[in-house]
């Protein structure tokens, strides 16, 4: 049994003329486990944000569900921490108090001093010591984000939810952080769930990156394992040989493909029930090509 | 940091302008009130000896024919020295008690702005609670703002009547009277700052589990406190501008009181010392005001 299922889910809207529904995705099924960092990448208004909304109990799915540790998920909680494209830090709060809000929220039963130390630990791990007397409106964005994976972080959650964490951050700054944010990744392992639509971000951080095809009616079209070893950073990702294979096939499917739904043009897969699976391997396993495989 | 900051900063304080355009407006207040000198010329012996006789001209040491001084007063509008030297005298009984309707002007000061702050406080309290609830339940929103837009328009004197009638009390009819002034316009802001709350913050609040009584100080009144606050400030000026006759009409003890025991004694000067004071009194609270609005207002 996988950590996180998300099961047969779909979500209807109900349409701008008032009759009938708008299907925004429908039947996605996706397994991840857990310490696995998953990445869905799409177009906007495929319906990404739904979902892992959905995941994070804050909107319900029409039909399916998500079930995390064996139990489906009815409303939002603790083990599953958003961090908000928009930051959603509370302007009237400084760093510290928006971290501490969380972590007094976490451990209830904890002490003062105990709570102090842990949010401490956290904004160092941000490296935003010095500025947690500040308020959100005096941070710029990628100190703001960082409060935000600070807070995420130090809830210890069973499942990080990172709504395209980065999209408000100017580039260099996103680099940056994105770094940091592997680092964070590498020491907790959290089991990770990112929805973005900046690839070369999904291939740094992510384990398996889940493309979506356009909405209405979306689905997962595929699934690109990402074989690249971690540690990764930036600079060194770009060398790996695999790099570019993935980042091409990505946005050829983006480009060319997420309005019908495939990438690939080799196989015939109309008759598939799920996605399809993609795997570069090794030079030295396989020949360098797309290996396909059909769902388990 | 502190909550709002507003454009740019003048080193300079026009201090010295507001005193110039003080001094011009007292000089043109004075002008047009002075009477000119009793001019003698053209009038009988008879006609000055009726006059005499009436008190309208006095006989002065050097044995010429002035006006009257003590009539002087009584005259047309006093001029700004004759209302300094009225304002000097109640300054200078202020906490004198003469009777049961003439206390000194620090305890009529002290009886208005109890008054309106009880009323005040009351509505702002009432209309913050009702708000958030209207502001987190748009159903009940809906359902009940034709109540309120009906109700808000109503003048808070037009109640009088009713209020006095059903409370049979003075006293608590002008509260009453600021309360009904007071109440809407922090009600209808609250209830669009609460629903305009953006949702993230209460998306955060429902995945860290907050109780709903954490929701509510932690997260819906600071975030909704800019909003509420600009509806307290039109709930405050629209109470201020309802105390002064509700006074006026209750025969209330109070600075509105004042103004109008002052025109039952035909005291000009009074009634415009009254008018100063409660305009002292509206700035008095107002800052008051301010220092409070200062601590909850926040920058997104």
């Known amino acids: ?296 | 940091m502190t909550g709002i900051t507003m454009g740019s900063k003048s080193t300079q304080h026009p201090f010295f302008i507001s005193l110039f355009f003080l001094g011009i407006f007292l000089f043109a207040w004075h002008l047009a009130t002075i009477s000119p000198p009793f001019d003698p010329a053209g009038k009988t012996e008879e006609e000055l000896l009726v006059l005499e006789f009436n008190g309208d001209i006095v006989r002065t040491n050097d044995g010429r024919y002035a006006w009257n001084p003590e009539k002087e007063k009584v005259k047309g509008v006093p001029g700004p020295i004759t209302v300094f030297e009225k304002a000097w005298t109640e300054l200078n009984e202020a906490f004198v008690i003469k009777g049961t309707n003439d206390h000194g002007i620090a305890f009529l000061v002290g009886y208005t702005v109890s008054r309106f702050s009880v009323g005040f406080m009351a509505a702002s309290a009432v209309a913050i609670l009702v708000g958030i609830v209207l502001g987190m339940n748009r159903m009940l929103f809906r359902a009940l703002n034709p109540f309120i837009q009906i109700l808000k328009p109503i003048s808070p004197l037009a109640w009088m009547p009713l209020l006095l009638y059903t409370v049979k009390d003075p006293t608590w009819t002008a509260v009453l009277v600021v309360f009904m002034a007071a109440v809407w316009p922090t009600l209808a802001t609250t209830a669009f700052g609460v629903n305009s709350l953006r949702k993230e913050y209460l998306q955060v609040a429902a995945i860290l589990q907050l109780s709903w009584f954490k929701r509510l100080y932690k997260v819906i009144l600071p975030g909704a406190a800019p909003t509420i606050v600009n509806g307290l400030r039109i709930s405050f000026g629209s109470a201020l501008v309802a105390v002064v006759p509700a006074e006026m009409l209750l025969g209330e003890l109070g600075v509105g009181y004042l103004s109008w025991i002052e025109w039952n004694n035909l005291d000009i000067a009074g009634v415009i010392f009254a008018i100063l004071v409660v305009g002292t009194v509206g700035v008095l609270l107002d800052s008051g005001f301010n220092k409070l609005a200062g601590l909850v207002t926040y920058r997104e």
């Open chain 1, 1 to 296: 049994m996988s950590f996180l299922s998300i099961d047969h889910l779909s979500k209807y809207f109900p349409s701008h003329s008032g009759n009938g529904t708008v299907c925004i995705f429908e039947d996605v099924t996706v397994k991840i486990n857990k310490g696995e960092f998953v990445t869905v990448i799409g177009h906007s208004g495929c319906g990404k944000s739904t979902l892992l909304n959905i995941i994070a109990g804050l909107e319900t799915p029409t039909e399916g569900g998500a079930i995390l540790n064996g139990q489906e998920v009815t409303g939002p909680g603790l083990d599953r921490m958003v961090v908000f494209q928009s930051f959603a830090l509370m302007p009237w709060m400084t760093v510290f108090e928006n971290v501490a809000l969380a972590v007094r929220s976490a451990y209830p039963t904890w002490s003062s001093q105990k709570i102090k130390a842990h949010v401490q630990k956290y904004i160092t791990l941000v490296s935003l010591q010095g500025a947690e007397t500040k308020k959100p409106a005096a941070l710029s964005g990628g100190m703001k984000q960082r409060v935000g994976l600070a807070r995420a972080f130090s809830i210890e959650p069973k499942v990080l939810l990172l709504d395209e964490p980065f999209a408000q951050i100017d580039a260099l700054t996103r680099g940056v952080i994105q770094e940091e944010l592997v680092q964070m990744w590498n020491a907790t392992r959290n089991t990770v769930f990112m929805v973005t639509h900046d690839v070369d971000e999904a291939i740094l951080l992510s384990d398996r990156i889940m493309l979506m095809t356009n909405g209405p009616s979306a689905r997962i079209a595929e699934i690109v394992d990402v074989t690249i070893p971690r540690p990764r950073s930036r600079e060194t990702i770009i060398e790996d040989e695999h790099y570019y294979k993935i980042r091409n096939h990505i946005i050829h499917f983006l480009v060319r493909h997420a309005s019908h739904g495939q990438a690939d043009e080799s196989g015939d897969h109309t008759e598939r029930s799920g996605p399809v699976e993609i795997h570069f391997r090794t030079q030295q396993t396989k020949p360098v090509e797309a290996a396909l495989c059909g769902r388990p």
